[in-house]
């Protein structure tokens, strides 16, 4: 099993946010490591054995990610308003691909059944579809941002 940098950084990412302390994988050539010791912090250990001890290689790396907060609009009544969740932790983007279209914005009439965003979580890229009808009021995450498991979204006027 083979890892490139990008693939220990997205399993870094993954474990730092599932509130898992220690994930580890090991193979016949390959192990690799990941604790979250303390919030928001994940230490990677990678060996690597060679074929002489001169070309051994330790690299150990300490990843350290802000906390986004997100806070419910104080505005007019919104005891009204319904807040649409994140079903799972991945990456939020609002539009299929970067070429396409945004597929929701601020003010857009919904309905259920309509993709409102899309959440990448391990390479795999899910349509998260609305369960109610209404007007979007606010987005509450900036695109290509990082979410959690029950994370607010948006938010839905039902009227």
Excluded: H, W
Aim: aromatic letters at 6%; one cysteine or more.
């Amino acid at each position: 099993m083979d890892m490139d940098i990008k693939q220990i950084q997205d399993l870094i990412r993954f474990v730092s946010k599932s509130g898992v302390n220690e994930v580890s994988i090991e193979q016949q050539d390959f192990k690799i490591t990941i604790k979250t010791n303390q919030p928001q912090t994940g230490v990677v250990t990678t060996t690597i054995p060679a074929a002489s001890a001169e070309n051994t290689v330790v690299p150990s790396i300490t990843v350290t990610t802000p906390v986004v907060t997100a806070v419910a609009p104080q505005a007019e009544d919104t005891s009204k308003y319904i807040t649409v969740k994140s079903p799972m932790i991945g990456t939020f983007y609002r539009s299929a691909s970067p070429e396409k279209p945004l597929l929701v914005n601020v003010g857009d009439e919904i309905k259920g059944g309509d993709v409102l965003c899309i959440i990448e979580a391990m390479k795999l890229f899910n349509e998260i579809e609305s369960e109610v009808s209404g007007r979007i009021v606010k987005i509450l995450v900036d695109n290509a941002s990082p979410v959690e498991y029950d994370q607010p979204l948006f938010v839905v006027d039902p009227a």
